[in-house]
């Protein structure tokens, strides 16, 4: 299928989870603009029915947290309901969240929900729309996390943990549905974000850093405190240049609709960057350069 082929757009439906803000909401509208049927998923019914306003009603709204097994259920009903023996033909994993901090001072419950959002959501929401994706010979495409899914980052252990495993578990399952019909791929986003939604994501992570820092005794406050304001600092930097989201948008389209989808694509010279350093370079190399950022 060419991406841009209106004529073949007709009918074809995807669910994009994680589509409040951000990646999953402007691939949303984008999706929308180019002809796909499009389904929102969101926790939230305001945020639904903000991305409806926004898409002129071409975007319907699904209540969906990936990390509850009976509000997956629901979805997978009404977007049974709607799409009917036609099936479903795109899935985009994209919704995620989570920072831990310092690995030894991260609770169960905060490891726990990182990881029942980033990775096991993905793998059950997938479970439970495969059965769709196969009538349709649909597309898979799965978020992953750029340079943290490739190149462990102090501080943030758990978060990239949750984004390596995606790594693996969708080189799995595009091995596993290769003669199915059904096509998967994993797009790896840089730093990405709507001027609108930056404000959002600097309170929210600045928030999961005060509480990193809480958590920590004071005996370890020299230790962990001054890395986790400089890599604060770090990515904030990112923050300030991120590139919009409409950049990932227009792989993820390309991941659903072109006739050969590629295994992987790469958004930013930063996920590049952080590929090429897991690959390349000796672990003594990438433990100078985080301790040269943040002090450790």
Known sequence: MDPGDAATMAGYS????????????ATALYLARMGLSVFAGVRRPEDGARVEAESDGQVRHVLLDVSDDASIARAL???EAAV?????????????????GPLEHVTRAELEQIFAVNFHGVVLTTRAFLPLLRRAKGRIVNVGGGGAGCLAIPLMGVGCASKFAIEGMTDALRMELRRTGVRVSLV???????DA??????????????????RIPDSQKNHYGPALDRLRSFNG????????????ARRIHHALTARRPHSRYWCGGETLLGAGLARLAPARVRDAIWGRITGL
């Open 188 to 194: 790896e986003p840089g730093m990405t974000y709507a």
């Open 84 to 100: 009917g023996a036609a099936g479903l033909s795109g899935l985009v994993n994209n919704a995620a969240g989570g920072f831990g």
């Open 14 to 25: 995807v669910l994009i989870t994680g589509a409040s803000r951000g990646i999953g909401r």
């Open 197 to 214: 939604d930056k404000p959002i994501f600097r309170a929210a992570m600045n928030a999961d850093f005060d509480r990193a820092l809480a």
């Open 77 to 79: 009903e009404e977007v």
């Open 237 to 248: 930097s990112f923050l300030d240049r991120a590139a919009p989201p409409e950049v990932v």
